[in-house]
T-cell receptor, first 115, second 109 residues
Framework: DTEVTQTPKHLVMGMTNKKSLKCEQH?????MYWYKQKAKKPPELMFV???????INESVPSRFSPECPNSSLLNLHLHALQPEDSALYLC??????????????FGPGTRLTVL | GQNIDQPTEMTATEGAIVQINCTYQTSGFNGLFWYQQHAGEAPTFLSYNVLDGLEEKGRFSSFLSRSKGYSYLLLKELQMKDSASYLC??????????FGKGTRLHILP
């Protein structure tokens, strides 16, 4: 299984809603990532988990809250988002974070719209 | 600061060869990746270079010069399906990946 899966594919939410994005991989990868991508822009790193511990938080607002329940799962909890948070949210995983082990496998993304 | 530069857009003809350049200035260097991203899809891995020189993989090759902070991705025998964005990404000394803004490649028949 060389796939990263993400659910849901699309999500529309209001500014007062609470929702979660889910990501799963069964490749035994020990590093997992959340990215935000706006149209015609490169992915922007949000969070990195390494061995189930948060390694990097790129000064992301607290309305985004990551969670890594186990080595295969990564969640992103959303609360009180703003319309400018509308974007494609990509999850990725890699064997580890060093050298060639950082080759990242991306999921298909969740297209988020905040009304 | 950390900076990765690549051209915003390029156009080439089906069957031709195109070279996409990338220059970088980062806090340390632990390797350089190239990813391909079709519109509306997730990025997919193309290549990884950590030593100077050319890595060839089918129609795609990637070159690295660490002393010059320079890499290129060479695509041969271009096909229409190669129309995509190509992202240069550098792994810095903290093993943090930094993406360039991407090059949108248009292939003309």
């Amino acid at each position: 299984d060389t796939e990263v899966t993400q659910t849901p594919k699309h999500l529309v939410m209001g500014m007062t809603n609470k929702k979660s994005l889910k990501c799963e991989q069964h490749m035994g990868h020990r590093a997992m990532y959340w990215y935000k991508q706006k149209a015609k822009k490169p992915p922007e790193l949000m969070f990195v988990y390494s061995y189930e511990k948060l390694s990097i938080n790129e000064s992301v607002p607290s309305r985004f809250s990551p969670e890594c329940p186990n080595s295969s799962l990564l969640n992103l909890h959303l609360h009180a988002l703003q319309p400018e948070d509308s974007a494609l949210y990509l999850c990725a995983s890699s064997q580890d974070r060093s050298g060639t082990g950082n080759e990242q496998f991306f999921g298909p993304g969740t297209r988020l719209t905040v009304l | 600061g950390q900076n990765i530069d690549q051209p915003t857009e390029m156009t080439a003809t089906e069957g031709a060869i195109v070279q996409i350049n990338c220059t970088y200035q980062t806090s340390g260097f632990n390797g350089l990746f190239w990813y391909q991203q079709h519109a509306g899809e997730a990025p997919t891995f193309l290549s990884y270079n950590v030593l100077d020189g050319l890595e060839e993989k089918g129609r795609f090759s990637s070159f690295l010069s660490r002393s010059k902070g320079y890499s290129y991705l060479l695509l041969k025998e271009l096909q229409m399906k190669d129309s995509a964005s190509y992202l240069c990404a550098v792994l810095n000394r903290d093993d943090k990946i930094i993406f360039g803004k991407g090059t949108r490649l248009h292939i003309l028949p």
